[in-house]
């Protein structure tokens, strides 16, 4: 529950960008050809629907967060309070016990002048104000106000609530969910992490393994064959497909394992650099989609609306808003989080505006789409040098996008697993290896071990961590959290004293929506499964 202070803070454009990589992976290449058998019409809604849900959910998590952060505030006032009266009956009883107390007593009798005005005034304040004044007047200027909110009963913004120090998805759990609560975010949160980072490392490293070696025969397609098929043709079955694949995963693990055993902050050059060329990538495929529309015209003829593919874009888009399990991670370093919300809304529009924009070129320029987008760009003519290079960045796509977004990940399941077993209200107290390098370790490890010895089967994975999981984390968590936090709060500060970073759907209405929601989404992955 550190606070990032000084360096290790960002501006809040730089926190867009953490999020903005986060929620935009390779999901965004399923959805061009989701959006043809959907019909470009019900796309456009229900993908700008999903945004819409998505930014809801998670204004619920930066309020419960909020929330959470005026609970520690407040426990640790009490804990200051009940300190200082004690020290000060610890005082009275020590001063009645020394000799000679009388003349003592007859010399503070004597009160210097204006002592009468001044117990006058103090005698005015609510019972036991004057115990938390005294403790209080040692303090930085403006700490002992944090209370003032609840004693005058206004409705005016408290310093309670504030997004200063990170509290994970693990801690708010602890706060405000009862143990049946607790135990199934634990198991949802950390099944789809670990599911998360295992795609992830998997995805990259078979990216890294196809840009490497020469392409697979078509007679040769079967993954079972990676052991036998060569990497290179001429290598004769002795630097095989899979050789080059553990290869690139290590490769991965040593280049991204590294960044797990800091915060966030640390990524941040990182973060910047492959948003650069996530930009580039997304850029190049509008550009080379605009100019066959302009040349050859739509070739694809999508329909406006078509119900029966809306399983199949539910698949493709319910990865395409993901970033509620790590967002107290990435907003607690921001600057000027006052409005907080209103850049956060900009970064979904940017967001769907993306998603569209690749969606619809994509559509309309090509008469048949593959189900990975980059698959259309692979060139027919390898004379040309440019469109060569062009196959091959684009190719290193995925590797670019799970880049940035493998490290926050495992440092968000670094962050939960320590939040689960050790106190983090003092976690400085813990020995070295307990504090840095245990709960690392643990992070990268099994994801690492899954995807080196078990690379062909992680499918039954993806669809386990993936949808399902992805809901609870996405919706429900979010959900649950917000009412309980906002029951939790108004019962221990009172209604006066007002959140100023609570979400602008605070009516009941939304919390029924999003559980219905929820329903509907688990109907759409069982269709999608069945067909």
Same mark, same amino acid.
């Given at each position: ?90 005082? /009275? %009883?020590? !001063? $009645?016990?020394? &000799? =000679? +107390?009388? #003349? *003592? @007593? /007859? %010399?503070? !009798? $004597?009160?210097? &002048? =204006? +002592?009468? #005005? *001044? @117990? /006058? %005034?103090? !005698? $005015?304040?609510? &019972? =036991? +104000?004057? #115990? *938390?004044? /005294? %403790?209080? !007047? $040692?303090?930085?200027? =403006? +700490?002992? #106000? *944090? ?385």
């Amino acid at each position: 529950m550190a606070v990032a202070e000084g360096d290790d803070q960002y501006s809040v454009w730089v926190g867009l960008i953490y999020i903005f990589n986060l929620i935009v992976g390779t999901g965004a290449l399923t959805l061009p050809a989701a959006f043809a058998r959907a019909g470009w019409g019900l796309s456009t809604i229900f993908l700008v629907f999903l945004a819409f849900m998505s930014f809801m959910n998670a204004t619920f998590i930066i309020e419960s967060m909020a929330c959470a952060n005026a609970v520690f505030k407040w426990k640790r006032l009490q804990y200051l309070k009940r300190n200082s009266m004690q020290d000060k009956k610890n005082s /009275e %009883q020590t !001063t $009645s016990k020394p &000799p =000679g +107390y009388g #003349e *003592l @007593k /007859e %010399q503070t !009798t $004597s009160k210097p &002048p =204006g +002592y009468g #005005e *001044l @117990k /006058e %005034q103090t !005698t $005015s304040k609510p &019972p =036991g +104000y004057g #115990e *938390l004044e /005294e %403790q209080t !007047t $040692s303090k930085p200027h =403006g +700490y002992g #106000e *944090l209370e003032y909110p609840i004693l005058c009963g206004d409705s005016t913004p408290s310093s309670y609530y504030s997004l200063d120090k990170r509290i994970e998805l693990v801690e708010m759990a602890n706060l405000f969910l009862n143990k049946t609560g607790q135990t199934m975010l634990y198991c949802i949160l950390c099944v789809y992490l670990y599911g998360d980072l295992t795609i992830y490392s998997a995805a990259a490293s078979k990216s890294l393994m196809d840009a490497v070696c020469s392409k697979v025969p078509s007679n040769m397609i079967n993954i079972t064959d990676w052991d036998d098929i060569p990497c290179f043709h001429a290598s004769e079955g002795t630097f095989t497909r899979i050789d080059c694949y553990r290869m690139a995963l290590l490769t991965f693990f040593a280049a991204m394992g590294p960044f797990v055993f800091f915060n966030v902050q640390k990524t941040k050059y990182l973060q910047l650099f492959t948003s650069g060329m996530r930009w580039l990538a997304f850029v190049i495929m509008i550009s080379m989609a605009i100019h066959l529309l302009i040349k050859y015209g739509p070739q694809g003829k999508p329909p406006a609306f078509d119900i029966t593919g809306m399983p199949t874009l539910f698949g493709a888009c319910v990865y395409s808003f993901m970033c509620h399990h790590s967002l107290p991670g990435l907003i607690s370093p921001i600057r000027g989080k006052s409005h907080l919300g209103l850049h956060l809304s900009l970064d979904y529009m940017l967001i769907s505006i993306f998603y569209l924009l690749l969606a619809f070129t994509g559509a309309f320029a090509f008469a048949n789409l593959n189900d990975l987008y980059t698959l259309n760009f692979v060139p027919t003519d390898n004379e040309n040098v440019f469109l060569e290079i062009v196959e091959y960045f684009l190719a290193l796509f995925p590797v670019f996008t799970l880049s940035t977004s493998f490290p926050i990940i495992a440092i968000t399941l670094r962050n939960n697993l320590q939040s689960l077993f050790l106190d983090t209200s003092r976690l400085e107290s813990y020995n070295f290896v307990v504090r840095k390098l245990i709960f690392p370790i643990v992070a990268v490890v099994p994801p690492l071990l899954v995807t080196y010895y078990f690379p062909e089967d992680i499918s039954g994975l993806i669809e386990l961590s993936g949808p399902y999981a992805g809901i609870w984390i996405q919706y429900l968590i979010p959900t649950f959290l917000v009412r309980s936090a906002r029951r939790h709060c108004a019962n221990l500060l009172g209604l006066g004293v007002v959140n100023k970073y609570k979400s602008p759907f605070s009516n009941i209405s939304w919390t029924v929506f999003v559980l219905l929601w929820s329903f509907i989404c688990l109907i759409l992955l069982v269709l999608n499964r069945t067909e």
